[in-house]
């Protein structure tokens, strides 16, 4: 017979509030402004269909990078972190996880630097697809 183990049973709590939900939604819909500008300058590049794929594809890995480091390496949250676009996010949702609340101005930086890069991102997509190769493939 096959004994059931929770996570309450390891000594694992884990409750996520309204407020812990909305903090970690703060802390990571900023993202959703970087992905689509990195994946659309990073597009440009590409001269076909599959190397494009190719690209996004090693893209993908960017965000799992900091999860990987933290199981060898425990990293422990300092303020340069936070204005950094995908180890902030990660760094702010480990705080909130850990009951901790994250300064406010470290929300709101990672939230201008996500901004800022993004609009930084869109505009140099913008510049590339005015040109010719880039629409016509020339």
Same mark, same amino acid.
């Given at each position: 017979? *096959?004994?059931?183990?929770?996570?309450?049973?390891? #000594?694992?709590?884990?409750?996520?509030?309204?407020?812990?939900?909305? &903090?970690?939604?703060?802390?990571?819909? @900023?993202? #959703?402004? +970087? !992905?689509?500008?990195?994946?659309?300058?990073? $597009?440009?590049?590409?001269? $076909?269909?599959?190397? !494009?794929?190719?690209?996004?594809? &090693?893209?993908?890995? *960017? @965000?799992? =990078?900091?999860? =990987?480091?933290?199981?060898?390496?425990? /990293?422990?949250?300092?303020?340069? /972190?936070? @204005?950094?676009? +995908?180890?902030?996010?990660?760094?702010?949702?480990?705080?909130?996880?850990?009951?901790? =609340? @994250?300064?406010? /101005? $470290? /929300?709101?930086?990672?939230?201008?630097?996500?901004?800022?890069?993004?609009?930084? *991102?869109?505009?140099? !997509?913008?510049? *590339?697809?005015?040109?010719?190769? =880039?629409?016509?493939?020339?």
């Amino acid at each position: 017979m *096959l004994a059931r183990l929770a996570l309450e049973d390891l #000594g694992v709590r884990n409750h996520l509030g309204t407020a812990q939900v909305l &903090l970690i939604l703060a802390a990571v819909v @900023p993202m #959703g402004l +970087v !992905a689509p500008a990195v994946q659309m300058f990073l $597009s440009c590049f590409a001269k $076909s269909f599959k190397e !494009a794929q190719s690209y996004l594809g &090693l893209l993908m890995i *960017l @965000p799992t =990078i900091p999860g =990987i480091v933290a199981v060898f390496y425990p /990293m422990t949250n300092r303020p340069w /972190m936070h @204005p950094l676009p +995908v180890l902030g996010q990660y760094a702010m949702v480990t705080e909130i996880l850990g009951g901790k =609340i @994250p300064p406010a /101005m $470290s /929300m709101v930086g990672a939230t201008v630097v996500a901004i800022v890069v993004s609009a930084l *991102l869109l505009s140099m !997509a913008t510049k *590339l697809f005015s040109s010719e190769k =880039i629409i016509f493939g020339r």
